[in-house]
């Protein structure tokens, strides 16, 4: 690919996560500001983005992630869920716990796969496809953590359920990915499990990487 193409496929990334952070529509000319490019650059990749429908316009002339990125996303759950599915199967096991991952939407996390301990008396059922804010839970705040650069994993606890005990940690190192691996259970969790989810997470992410 040529250096010039190259760059501006670069910069429109750079402008579509821009616009999937969930602080609402934006200008043109705050998108070139932000993003620290011209305005002609600027409105060069909103006409192509436009036009392929990965970018609309409101009534107020505010622009946003289209629609056509939906066709992208939907496509590429199923991929992360197979990929995610045997670390969480061990995860599970090994702790004995309902491990998930989940991605981030928005100012939403959404759980994509979904695995329960085959051995456990009780577990607790956490539906693939639930959401829930990022600044609630376990799973939702990982992300957050991710967005300021921490690695670590984190604990909750009756946030989401009453009773319910999670720890997530991000999945670091994959750019186009916001997403934490974590479990959640109603009985105890021993101070092994924390770095044990963490390393399911970088497990994830080797496999996607």
């Known amino acids: 690919m040529a250096a010039e193409s190259a760059q501006t496929l670069e910069r429109g990334l750079r402008l579509l996560?821009?616009?999937?952070?969930?602080?609402?529509?934006?200008?043109?000319?705050?998108?070139?500001?932000?993003?620290?490019?011209?305005?002609?650059?600027?409105?060069?990749?909103?006409?192509?983005?436009?036009?392929?429908?990965?970018?609309?316009?409101?009534?107020?002339?505010?622009?946003?992630?289209?629609?056509?990125?939906?066709?992208?996303?939907?496509?590429?759950?199923?991929?992360?869920?197979?990929?995610?599915?045997?670390?969480?199967?061990?995860?599970?096991?090994?702790?004995?716990?309902?491990?998930?991952?989940?991605?981030?939407?928005?100012?939403?996390?959404?759980?994509?796969?979904?695995?329960?301990?085959?051995?456990?008396?009780?577990?607790?059922?956490?539906?693939?496809?639930s959401r829930h804010p990022l600044a609630k839970g376990a799973a939702g705040r990982a992300i957050l953590a991710l967005r300021e650069g921490r690695g670590d994993y984190l604990l909750s606890e009756g946030q989401l359920q009453e009773g319910a005990r999670g720890v997530a940690a991000p999945v670091v190192g994959l750019p186009w990915l916001e997403a934490s691996v974590g479990v959640v259970t109603f009985g105890t969790l021993a101070e092994s499990v924390g770095p044990r989810v963490v390393k399911a997470a970088a497990e994830l992410a080797s496999a996607l990487g």
């Open 17 to 129: 996560r821009l616009l999937a952070d969930g602080k609402g529509g934006r200008t043109p000319t705050e998108l070139s500001a932000e993003l620290g490019l011209s305005r002609p650059v600027v409105y060069r990749l909103l006409t192509t983005l436009l036009a392929e429908g990965f970018v609309r316009r409101d009534s107020e002339g505010r622009l946003h992630l289209g629609f056509g990125v939906l066709v992208l996303a939907q496509a590429v759950q199923p991929l992360l869920r197979a990929a995610a599915l045997p670390v969480l199967r061990r995860l599970a096991e090994d702790v004995g716990a309902t491990a998930h991952l989940t991605v981030a939407e928005g100012g939403e996390g959404l759980a994509v796969a979904v695995m329960e301990p085959s051995w456990t008396d009780m577990h607790v059922a956490y539906r693939e496809g």
